[in-house]
C-alpha cells in the first residue's frame, strides 16, 4: 500500500501559480504511475494529468495542456503539479492518486490510493 498527502493549495489570483505536491510513503513509490484529479463543488472528479512509473510518459487534459505541468522525483517519493496561467475554472479540490495497474490513465477507478485533497481557489 502507499500513503499519499496532498500540499500547496491555497488562494490565488486569475493569471498566477501554484505548485501542488504529493508526498507518498509505504511500498515503493517508483512502482506506481501517479494522476491528478480535481473536484469542483457540485461537479464530478476528473481527470487533469498523468505521470508514469518512470516519468517518462506525461498526459493531460485538454483543459489544463499547455498550462500545467505533471513531474514525479522518485528519489523524494513526491509528485508535483505546476499549475501556471490560472482561471476561475481551475478553482477545485485537487486529489492526488496512485495505481499498480492497467486501466485507461483518465479513469478513477483504476487508482487503489488517494490522497485527502488540498483546496486550489483562483480569484478573479
Known amino acids: 500500500q502507499v500513503q499519499l498527502v496532498e500540499s500547496g493549495g491555497g488562494l490565488v489570483q486569475a493569471g498566477g501559480s501554484l505548485r501542488l505536491s504529493c508526498a507518498a510513503s509505504g511500498r515503493t513509490f517508483s512502482t506506481y504511475a501517479m494522476a491528478w484529479f480535481r473536484q469542483a463543488a457540485g461537479k464530478e472528479r476528473e481527470f487533469v494529468a498523468y505521470?508514469?512509473?518512470?516519468?517518462?510518459?506525461?498526459y493531460y487534459a485538454d483543459s489544463v495542456k499547455g498550462r500545467f505541468t505533471i513531474s514525479r522525483d522518485n528519489a523524494k517519493n513526491t509528485a508535483y503539479l505546476q499549475m501556471n496561467s490560472l482561471k476561475r475554472e481551475d478553482t477545485a479540490v485537487y486529489y492526488c492518486?496512485?495505481?499498480?495497474?492497467?486501466?485507461?490513465?483518465?479513469?478513477?477507478?483504476?487508482?487503489?490510493?488517494w490522497g485527502q485533497g488540498t483546496q486550489v481557489t483562483v480569484s478573479s
Open positions: 492518486a496512485a495505481r499498480d495497474r492497467t486501466g485507461p490513465y483518465y479513469a478513477i477507478q483504476p487508482y487503489d490510493y
Open positions: 505521470i508514469s512509473r518512470s516519468g517518462g510518459t506525461t
